[in-house]
């Protein structure tokens, strides 16, 4: 992904935030059963490469509460870890009313229409959403990247 900047969704947030915790947490969050730690490690590679994450406030709370999810004493380091990740990113706000006017709102919920709403060809979206993929890329193909595309390479 040649972007400078990348919006992540609320899937890759967690597991990137379960990666730099504690690796051994991917395993153990219902919610990262799909992922392994090699996805960690792609999606820190990929992360790295850029100068900076960009995040909605909508993919933060989804993301603060997958992984409210998981139970103490692991539960603290995941939301110390989520609020690192929110100091180090950039936040864009897509209004509620916004996106809720999407064409992709009744279909994938607020958190993906303002993602929806904010990935162009400039700040793309990273993404391991099959749905939200299909819709952005249907809209600008540059304006997103399926994360399982480029799983165990």
Do not use: W
């Amino acid at each position: 992904m040649p972007a400078t900047a990348f919006f992540v969704d609320a899937n890759l947030l967690v597991l990137f935030v379960a990666g730099i915790v504690d690796q051994a947490l991917i395993g153990k969050h219902r919610r990262l059963r799909e992922f392994s730690v090699a996805d960690y490690e792609r999606l820190r590679s990929l992360i790295a490469a850029v100068e900076r994450v960009l995040v909605t406030p909508n993919t933060l709370t989804e993301a603060s509460n997958l992984l409210g999810q998981h139970g103490e004493p692991e539960r603290s380091g995941l939301l110390d870890g989520l609020r690192y990740v929110i100091e180090e990113s950039r936040e864009i706000v897509v209004a509620s009313a916004e996106a809720a006017r999407s064409p992709v709102f009744r279909r994938l919920g607020l958190t993906d229409a303002a993602l929806f709403e904010s990935a162009t060809a400039e700040r793309p979206l990273l993404t391991v959403d099959l749905d939200l993929y299909l819709a952005v890329c249907s809209r600008d193909a540059g304006a997103v990247e399926n994360f399982n595309y480029s799983r165990d390479l």
